[in-house]
């Protein structure tokens, strides 16, 4: 598929998850067959005041395209401004989050709450549009709540203004992400529009991604929580796309290796203090299910150096092994 001149060649997508989908992780999950990542959400006025935080996460290498960079923001203008920053750092795609259910978001006006307010919606895709020259995207809701269920209706409005592609969240923002994912909605949305569409919600492996494909009709699917501690899951949907044999789990072995450079890329690229502070959630997702898991999540929360880490994977290879 194409999002606008963009071949993305695959139909598995990284979902942008705020504190979550730094370089290290988007990297990681293109390695196992990510075909296409979306970088954490940037704040379009924390760009317009010269933020080092917003510079940091609009980095991208080599090794995670195509890519995109998400602005939130309820400001055309300032959207805008904030767009032409980003392409300094040249990503492939600018994506604008209409979906953040987060209150500090949403209740300043932008991610979920342009919702309620579809001409502004188009507003801002027009003005970034115009703006810069790389295709422009959006990541929406099913609607702000049961009864103002809109997402049709933003994603035409958002065509029109020249996006070249919807991914759609089968959830309204009152929902947050209790509930299962609507993947009527997301249906809908794909007979409506002329543009890719990606669905989202709900893929936690190839089973669902092939429900939604094959319900919704849409061009790839977008995996958030799924990949938590799980970047296989990738290799896994993309093993069933392409007709090849069930892929079994990872191994204890591969799980250990794939943790420690993980969090190995993490501490390269913002050292070792501030890595490490992040990595104990990542690695608390990785020990998820297994022999002892409980007492390792709990270590996994007072990680301070990569040596502690490595000790404790050595602990979490003994009790994977003893959980096969």
């Given amino acids: 598929m194409k999002i606008g001149n963009v071949e993305i060649k695959g139909r598995t997508a990284l979902a942008p998850m705020a504190g979550v989908t730094d370089r290290a992780f988007r990297e990681l999950c293109v390695a196992f067959g990510a075909s296409y990542v979306v970088g954490e959400m940037v704040s379009a006025k924390g760009i317009s005041f010269n933020s080092e935080r917003s510079k940091e996460l609009m980095l991208l290498s080599e090794n995670e395209r195509p890519a995109a960079v998400q602005l939130f923001g309820s400001e055309p203008q300032t959207v805008a401004a904030a767009a032409v920053t980003a392409m300094e750092y040249k990503p492939d795609i600018i994506d604008i989050n209409m979906g953040c259910p987060a209150p500090k978001i949403s209740g300043n006006g932008a991610g979920s709450a342009l919702m309620k307010n579809p001409d502004l919606c188009g507003k801002i895709v027009e003005a970034v549009c115009k703006a810069v020259d790389v295709p422009i995207t959006v990541k929406i809701r099913k609607g702000w709540d049961d009864k103002s269920v809109n997402a049709v209706e933003v994603a035409k409005i958002c065509e029109q203004a020249g996006a070249s592609a919807i991914t759609v969240h089968g959830r309204t923002r009152e929902q947050f992400y209790s509930g299962k994912a609507d993947l009527d909605i997301i249906s809908e949305v794909k007979k409506a529009v002329n543009i890719p569409v990606i669905g989202n919600g709900d893929i936690t492996n190839a089973n ?50 794939v943790i420690l450079r993980h969090i190995q890329a993490m501490c390269d690229y913002k050292g070792e203090e501030i890595a490490m502070r992040e990595a104990r959630k990542h690695v608390g997702w990785y020990m998820k299910g297994f022999k002892n898991a409980a007492e390792l999540r709990r270590e996994a929360g007072y990680l301070k150096t990569y040596e502690e880490l490595i000790e404790l994977t050595k602990k979490a290879y003994e009790c994977m092994s003893q959980s096969e």
């Fill in 208 to 257: 669902d991604a092939a429900q939604m494909l094959e319900k919704t009709n849409c061009d790839m699917v977008m995996i958030g929580r799924g990949a938590l501690g799980n970047p296989w899951i990738f290799r896994e949907i993309n093993a069933w796309l392409n007709d090849l044999r069930p892929m079994f789990p990872p191994s204890p072995a591969e799980k250990v290796t």
